[in-house]
């Protein structure tokens, strides 16, 4: 399977197409703002955002690659996320950096990207300025 952004009713929304058969699933189908940014989060699930209206202020989804099953992850207002880490141990669940206690600092959590469920790993004490794991997922 490939993914791409393309028009649809004149936002970007991602798409996903597979490379054996030609069929192509659109995932998002959103009209008030364009998909900002995704990634492949597991083979089977994308992460990806949108503006929420707002400067900065992000929806975040998670999609299984043929479109069947959506969830929306709960953020608070004015949080922002950056990936961290795949879990090698579990295909289902991968580490994201999120200031959604603090603007001013990231805090380590795990997201379960069947559920949405997000469970925080790490609490940032205010003196970390970049998390790291490491192969096994064990924050640095």
């Known amino acids: ?6 028009p649809y009713q004149g936002k970007l929304n991602l798409f996903v197409q597979s490379l054996t ?3 192509s699933f ?3 189908s959103f009209t008030d703002q364009s998909v900002r940014n995704y990634f492949w989060a597991s083979n089977t699930h994308l992460l990806y955002y949108k503006d929420n209206g707002a400067r900065e202020n992000f929806q975040l989804f998670s999609s299984i690659y043929d479109g069947s099953k959506t969830i929306k992850i709960s953020l608070k207002p004015n949080t922002k996320v950056t990936f961290l880490d795949y879990l090698k141990y579990d ?3 991968i ?3 999120i200031n959604e206690r603090n603007p001013e600092n990231f ?3 795990s997201l379960d990207l069947k559920t949405g469920k997000k469970m925080l790993v790490e609490k940032n004490p205010g003196s970390i300025i970049d998390w790291i794991a490491d192969n096994d997922g064990e924050i640095r």
């Open 1 to 6: 399977f490939i993914s791409y952004l393309k």
């Open 21 to 23: 058969s030609k069929a």
């Open 26 to 28: 659109r995932i998002s």
């Open 91 to 93: 295909s289902n669940d």
């Open 95 to 97: 580490l994201l950096a």
């Open 107 to 109: 805090d380590v959590y």
